[in-house]
């Protein structure tokens, strides 16, 4: 059971390119998340989703987008990066269903992106 | 909306007790959670309080007030592996009751 994992650890773009962020959990979770943290701040919710096909805007989306078609994944893509797109991005996943009480979301290792 | 305060630092001495404090405003609230997370890594859940009162976990308990809006989460007997960041966070809000909105985090420092 390997939980939530995200790929890749490290990646360094250079400003204008894009790229996709990957997320998968095996837990059957319904919900998924997409948070970054930018140094010595807490976590800002970009975007989640509640099912496949289902995707909600969080505090910061402006500047990424993300697909829902299965349950297991959630990419996070950034389409035009910019410097200040520099930060850590954690996806985590939960089911409050599945624990009607003590549903916490589990995290993955993060993926440590800059952009210069 | 959501709006979560806590203390962005506290320094508390080895062995000692200390209270981190958390607040929040919330349109729709379904349960707060306390995370852990030291240097460099992912959060690490802590706690989960739904109804008001007391959760006991070990050295770490969690406190909760729905109608006043309040939480604080006591570490006892603190270690200096206890040195990290504790994150406050609400589940629920305008964008419903599956939306996790975290407040900014408390780094603690343990010393000896």
């Known amino acids: 059971n390997a939980g939530v994992t995200q790929t890749p650890k490290f990646r360094i773009l250079k400003i204008g390119q894009s790229m996709t962020l990957q997320c998968t959990q095996d837990m059957n979770h319904n919900y998924m998340y997409w948070y970054r943290q930018d140094p010595g701040m807490g976590l800002k919710l970009i975007y989640y989703?509640?099912?496949?096909?289902?995707?909600d805007k969080g505090e910061v989306p402006n500047g990424y987008n993300v697909s829902r078609s299965t349950t297991e994944d959630f990419p996070l893509r950034l389409e035009l990066a910019a410097p200040s797109q520099t930060s850590v991005y954690f996806c985590a996943s939960s089911d409050p269903l599945q624990s009607s009480y003590n549903s916490p979301l589990h995290f993955g290792n993060g993926t440590r992106l800059t952009v210069t | 909306g959501q709006n979560i305060d806590q203390p962005t630092e506290m320094t508390a001495t080895e062995g000692a007790i200390v209270q981190i404090n958390c607040t929040y405003q919330t349109s729709g609230f379904n349960g707060l959670f306390w995370y852990q997370q030291h240097a460099g890594e992912a959060p690490t859940f802590l706690s989960y309080n739904v109804l008001d009162g007391l959760e006991e976990k070990g050295r770490f308990s969690s406190f909760l007030s729905r109608s006043k809006g309040y939480s604080y989460l006591l570490l006892k007997e603190l270690q200096m592996k206890d040195s990290a960041s504790y994150l406050c966070?609400?589940?629920?809000?305008?964008?419903?009751?599956?939306?996790?909105?975290f407040g900014i985090g408390t780094k603690l420092q343990v010393i000896p």
């Open positions: 966070a609400v589940r629920g809000g305008s964008g419903g009751y599956q939306k996790v909105t």
């Open positions: 989703s509640v099912g496949a096909g289902i995707t």
